[in-house]
């Protein structure tokens, strides 16, 4: 919902101040903003009231992890002109982080004392003599929250860089929640940072639960190191790896499974366990299980997904496919949306008639294929109520 500001003037001025506030309190901050200041004196109070300008999320300007062409010119108000006009009235910002410079750059915050920065969409590289001083600007920050993925660095960023080049330079900062995926690249070193390596390094954090994570891939030659203050405050976790310490995360509805070793049985349990309320399901492992060979002799727990609605197998080893369609395995929901390479498919389902996945499979509303010019007519009688496509 947006007003043109030609006409807003004579729609709105007969409506009493607390029917337009209800009003637009169901518009984004950023529309109200944008349509409001300085149309007229009464409009531009209404404008400047703590509701739309105390907390405000400025990350609707973004599209594919860059300015949005279609509101450029908007981004460019807000910051040459409606930023600098209500500085002194915002208190918090929630921003991504292609665009932050550029906010926390077009005026002063007096009264800032909460920032979030995003970026979990993109690998950048991020270097922190561009961060640090544009955060050491908000001198009343009292909370930050920091959210990206730094790529390539030599080092993975551990404490010690959040505490010099962050915390200790922020003198108010009182709570520090974070998220940091940090890769770099495997060239000649000798001596590598373990898990442990990284997690002493936040031995004298306060007031927080830290979990690190790290991994080395030999066939990318890249090294992954994942921290993040727990609880865990964002509704998606990527790149899940065999080292993965559990927990509980009932905020995530979204998760991918990366790995060059092979994801067991037991790998998937702990993934269900930690986390019940997952709705997006994307797996990328090539490696063939090594304890497929003993699972049937075993009597193995079956996995339940209950709230799984799509599920990308696009880049997975079949044995992947038969994890989440044997019904001695897992049990899918309804209405599961499936992504699949066709003969990896048809080999699981041993050419659309094994029995064992044919429960899993006619609960499959949609499916995507790959590799396929055409369906089949007993492969359209093996999923009698899903919609199949072909990408």
Request: charged letters at 20%; hydrophobic letters at 35%.
């Amino acid at each position: 919902m947006k007003i043109n500001r030609e006409h807003s003037t004579i729609q709105l001025d007969n409506l009493p101040d607390e029917i337009l506030i209800m009003i637009l309190k169901k518009m984004s901050q950023t529309d109200v903003l944008y349509s409001l200041i300085d149309v007229n004196q009464r409009l531009n109070a209404i404008a400047h009231d703590p509701i739309f300008t105390n907390h405000l999320t400025l990350r609707e300007f973004i599209s594919n992890d860059s300015i949005n062409p279609s509101t450029d010119s908007m981004f460019d108000r807000f910051c040459s002109h409606i930023l600098p006009k209500i500085n002194d009235k915002i208190k918090w910002l929630d921003l991504d982080s292609s665009c932050m410079e550029r906010i926390l750059r077009a005026t002063n915050y007096p009264s800032l004392y909460g920032l979030t920065l995003y970026n979990m969409n993109v690998e950048i590289s991020m270097h922190y003599a561009t961060v640090v001083p544009l955060l050491n600007r908000m001198i009343n920050l009292d909370e930050l929250g920091l959210y990206i993925i730094v790529s390539i660095r030599n080092t993975f960023v551990d404490g010690n860089d959040l505490k010099n080049k962050i915390i200790n330079k922020m003198s108010r900062l009182n709570k520090f929640h974070f998220n940091i995926r940090s890769t770099i690249a495997l060239r000649n070193q000798i001596n590598f940072q373990s898990n442990e390596d990284i997690q002493y390094t936040f031995k004298d954090f306060r007031d927080n639960h830290i979990i690190s994570c790290v991994d080395y891939f030999s066939e990318t030659r890249q090294g992954q190191s994942h921290i993040y203050s727990y609880p865990y405050t964002l509704d998606n976790y990527h790149r899940i790896t065999n080292t993965f310490p559990g927990g509980l995360f009932k905020c995530i509805s979204k998760i991918s499974l990366y790995d060059e070793r092979p994801f067991e049985h037991e790998f998937f349990l702990r993934i269900a366990q930690s986390f019940p309320l997952v709705k997006d399901l994307t797996l990328v492992n090539v490696k063939p299980q090594n304890g497929k060979e003993t699972d049937g002799n075993q009597n193995l727990p079956i996995i339940e997904y209950a709230h799984l609605t799509t599920l990308d197998l696009i880049k997975s080893h079949f044995d992947y496919i038969e994890q989440f369609l044997l019904d001695t395995k897992t049990t899918l929901s309804r209405n599961v949306d499936l992504s699949v390479v066709y003969q990896a498919l048809r080999k699981v389902t041993q050419k659309f008639e094994s029995n064992a996945t044919r429960s899993n499979c006619s609960k499959l509303s949609g499916l995507a294929i790959v590799g396929q010019h055409r369906i089949p007519k007993y492969v359209q009688k093996y999923f009698p109520h899903t919609e199949i496509s072909i990408c």
